[in-house]
């Protein structure tokens, strides 16, 4: 069956960086995108950008751009997140998820929690 | 960015009973290939979203027939009939037929 494991809760420092992974098993890792998506504390989502791990193309939303940087390793199954530069305002959860085909998302992580706190 | 506005913002429902919730597009969701890109998903406490919908009004693989959604160009409705304990917690509506994809901003499911 298809599964996302996410990397554990991550405490960091303001300025600081961060990279959260995305294990995928249970389908061939190369044939659907991986998303991002941003929860804020007590809020709703936020869909952050895609990374499709056959070719390593990327999409990001523009207010995500620079401060996230999507990448893959195939020969572990694993997507990564890297946050930089990071603020308060990056104190989130954040889901990585597949869809059926591009979207759809119809497998999602459990969620990362990253806190950002001096 | 299109901005999907979601009425009501929370709605308490009697087991049993009918739930509606609306999702309104500040854009047609409709896409050049004819098709219309608009998904809802629930997200139950402390769990992450699971998908319900997708193109406006196909169940996911799973889902009970008790979720129906509909709607196109800008106006979209995800109906729940028969309420059940299991249906409570907060819904919402996305799309993807515009760069970026946006989601509503949710609507919370109580029970009564």
Known sequence: QVQLQQSGTELVKPASSV???CKASGYTFTSNYIHWIRQQPGDGLEWIGWIYPGNGDTKYYQKFDGKTTLTTDKSSSTAY?????LTSEDSAVYFCARGMGIFGFAYWGQGTLVTVSS | DVVLTQTPVSLSVT???QASISCRSSQSLEYSDGYTYLEWYLQKPGQSPQLLIYE??????GVPDRFIGSGSGTDFTLKISRVEPEDLGVYYCFQVTHDPFTFGSGTKL???
């Open chain 2, 15 to 17: 087991l049993g009973d």
């Open chain 1, 81 to 85: 997140m890297q946050l930089s530069s």
């Open chain 1, 19 to 21: 990279k959260i992974s």
């Open chain 2, 56 to 61: 406006v009004s196909n169940r996911f693989s």
């Open chain 2, 110 to 112: 109580e029970i009564k």
